[in-house]
Structures are given as structure tokens and as C-alpha cells.
T-cell receptor, first 110, second 113 residues
Framework: SQTIHQWPATLVQPVGSPLSLECTVEGTSNPNLYWYRQAAGRGLQLLFYSVGIGQISSEVPQNLSASRPQDRQFILSSKKLLLSDSGFYLC?????????FGSGTQLSVL | KQEVTQIPAALSVPEGENLVLNCSFTDSAIYNLQWFRQDPGKGLTSLLL?????REQTSGRLNASLDKSSGRSTLYIAASQPGDSATYLCAVSHGGSQGNLIFGKGTKLSVKP
């Protein structure tokens, strides 16, 4: 069966520090992968999606970037975090029209 | 631009009640609509997926309906239980190779024992 792993579960980082969040999927090949952010009081916002290795599409201009170095690996990064980057980050993959989510990373930028 | 609205933002009911959560969307040209459940601090769990050609889907005590032309969907929960307490999110997809979803802000449900 397919599973999605996301880590870490929580992260506290100072402003200006770098960020790397990793997501991996097991049990499937060539999945569409997504990064969403859920900020307090707001809905989920799509940040990036990828339909294959090295293929990244950005939905909103921001301080973050994404990479897909392997078929089942999706990484969210930042060189210098801002306070506004705080939020709950969710990785997801798509199968048969459905989206399946990882357990999320709660990022607090202080 | 597609916008998804969920009403009410929060709902509190006594255990055993039947309840309805509402979702509306502005662009009716959707590919499908999905309902999710989110527990505090956790990821999203998919509950039901309705394709644009379908009118409803059922899973156990849950029934989701879709009226695409009017831009509405409802999630009906029968005989609610305290374990149903969570935030319920609806999301629409316009299909395509990216298949990304546009989410509402959710309805926070509390079922009191």
C-alpha cells in the first residue's frame, strides 16, 4: 500500500535561518506531489506541485522553493526564513483524483 | 478565480444529532469535489470524493452531495458521535495535469457527549 512520510513533525526556527522539509512517498511511482501551507485562520494554500523529477511549478511568489531530486522525494526549502513563513506545512500526493496527505510539519519562525 | 466557502465556521451539537455541513464554490466547472477531516495538529484524511458527473457519495454514516450547477455540496453526518469532533474541509479540483485542490477554510465540529 502507498504511504507518505513527512518530517519533522514540529520545527522552531529563528528568523533568517534556512529550512528544509522532506516528504517521501512509498508504494507508487511517478506520483504528482504537492506542498500546501495552512496558516492560522486561513485555508490551505497550494505552494508547489511537481509532476515528475526536476519539474516544479510554483503557485505563489514567496520566500520558499521546492525540489524533486528523486521520483518519490519532494523537498521544501528556504534560504532565509521570515516570520510570515510560520504555519502548518503539508505534503500530498494524488491518485485517481484523490489527494492523500502526510501528517504535516508545524513550523514556528521566531 | 475559484473560491470555496464553508458555512458555518464552527458548529457544536449534542451526541446523536444528525447534522449538515455546507460548502459552496464560485466556478461550477469543477472536475471533482473532496471532503476531508482534520484533527488538531494532524494531516488531512480523505472522507469522500465526488466526481463532477455524480450527485452523491456515501461512506458509513457520511453522505456527501454535489449540485454542480448551483455550486454547492453538503456533508451529512448521521447519528453524530464525540469521535466525529474535528475540522471538516471541502476542496474542489479543476483537473488537468496538476490536479491541485482549492480548499475552503473548514467547519470546526464539536460533538458533545
Amino acid at each position: 500500500s502507498q504511504t507518505i512520510h513527512q518530517w519533522p513533525a514540529t520545527l522552531v526556527q529563528p528568523v533568517g535561518s534556512p529550512l528544509s522539509l522532506e516528504c517521501t512517498v512509498e508504494g507508487t511511482s511517478n506520483p504528482n506531489l504537492y506542498w500546501y501551507r495552512q496558516a492560522a485562520g486561513r485555508g490551505l494554500q497550494l505552494l508547489f506541485y511537481s509532476v515528475g523529477i526536476g519539474q516544479i511549478s510554483s503557485e505563489v511568489p514567496q520566500n520558499l522553493s521546492a525540489s524533486r531530486p528523486q521520483d518519490r522525494q519532494f523537498i521544501l526549502s528556504s534560504k532565509k526564513l521570515l516570520l510570515s513563513d510560520s504555519g502548518f506545512y503539508l505534503c500530498a500526493w494524488r491518485q485517481g483524483g484523490k489527494l492523500f496527505f502526510g501528517s504535516g510539519t508545524q513550523l514556528s519562525v521566531l | 478565480k475559484q473560491e470555496v466557502t464553508q458555512i458555518p465556521a464552527a458548529l457544536s451539537v449534542p451526541e446523536g444529532e444528525n447534522l449538515v455541513l455546507n460548502c459552496s464554490f464560485t466556478d461550477s466547472a469543477i472536475y471533482n469535489l473532496q471532503w476531508f477531516r482534520q484533527d488538531p495538529g494532524k494531516g488531512l484524511t480523505s472522507l469522500l470524493l465526488i466526481q463532477s458527473s455524480q450527485r452523491e457519495q456515501t461512506s458509513g454514516r457520511l453522505n456527501a452531495s454535489l449540485d454542480k450547477s448551483s455550486g454547492r455540496s453538503t456533508l451529512y453526518i448521521a447519528a453524530s458521535q464525540p469521535g466525529d469532533s474535528a475540522t471538516y474541509l471541502c476542496a474542489v479540483s479543476h483537473g488537468g495535469s496538476q490536479g491541485n485542490l482549492i480548499f475552503g477554510k473548514g467547519t470546526k465540529l464539536s460533538v458533545k457527549p
